[in-house]
T-cell receptor, first 114, second 113 residues
């Protein structure tokens, strides 16, 4: 049973550039959430996608956007990168779209902004 | 609004001794509560989940947690630590009308031989 997969594993960008991160949910899951984990901190919720729509958003600027495809996979896009965007980006998937559902996490994408 | 406070940023135990990680939560509604573990350079793994059934929740790898509504606590314990338990542990809350998970700051566990 394939778990949540993310690509790429690592990424290095410079300030002002744009980046796209990808996530494939666990088999059978239809809901994808994205989190940002800065070094030494707990993950912070960016947004959640369900039925190809952004359903809930955390306290992140519009530079952060996403998409969910018909096969439930998802992308996270970040424009105009800042040094402070350097972090581990985690994708999590769940089934059924309910509040309080268990979310299963991928290994993350480490983004470094120089 | 929901939030989590992990009372210890770092816990150090000897192998074979008990582990206690403390967590207090704040929630507007009846919450779901979780503990996740993160080993170095790895993603987050679910240890256990509370959803208003039994107040004592058993998880993987010998961990368990007790939900105490009167104390708004959800402490994680393990009777005997193993070297492989060295990791970062996160207490997490989700309100029943909320789709996001809210994480605590984490507790780093060190296990001494």
């Amino acid at each position: 049973d394939a778990g949540v997969t993310q690509s790429p594993t690592h990424l290095i960008k410079t300030r002002g550039q744009q980046v796209t991160l990808r996530c494939s949910p666990k088999s059978g899951h239809d809901t994808v959430s994205w989190y940002q984990q800065a070094l030494g901190q707990g993950p912070q919720f960016i947004f959640q996608y369900y039925e190809e729509e952004e359903r809930q958003r955390g306290n992140f600027p519009d530079r952060f956007s996403g998409h969910q495809f018909p096969n439930y996979s998802s992308e996270l896009n970040v424009n105009a990168l800042l040094l402070g965007d350097s972090a581990l980006y985690l994708c999590a998937s769940s089934f059924g779209g309910g509040a309080g559902d268990t979310q299963y996490f991928g290994p993350g994408t480490r983004l470094t902004v120089l | 609004a929901q939030s989590v406070t992990q009372l210890d940023s770092h816990v150090s135990v000897s192998e074979g001794t008990p582990v206690l990680l403390r967590c207090n939560y704040s929630s507007s509604y009846s919450p779901s509560l979780f503990w996740y573990v993160q080993h170095p350079n790895k993603g987050l793994q679910l240890l256990l989940k509370y959803t208003s059934a039994a107040t004592l929740v058993k998880g993987i790898n010998g961990f368990e947690a007790e939900f105490k509504k009167s104390e708004t606590s959800f402490h994680l314990t393990k009777p005997s630590a193993h070297m492989s338990d060295a990791a970062e542990y996160f207490c997490v809350v989700s309100d029943r009308d909320d789709y996001k998970l809210s994480f605590g700051a984490g507790t780093t566990v060190t296990v001494r031989a």
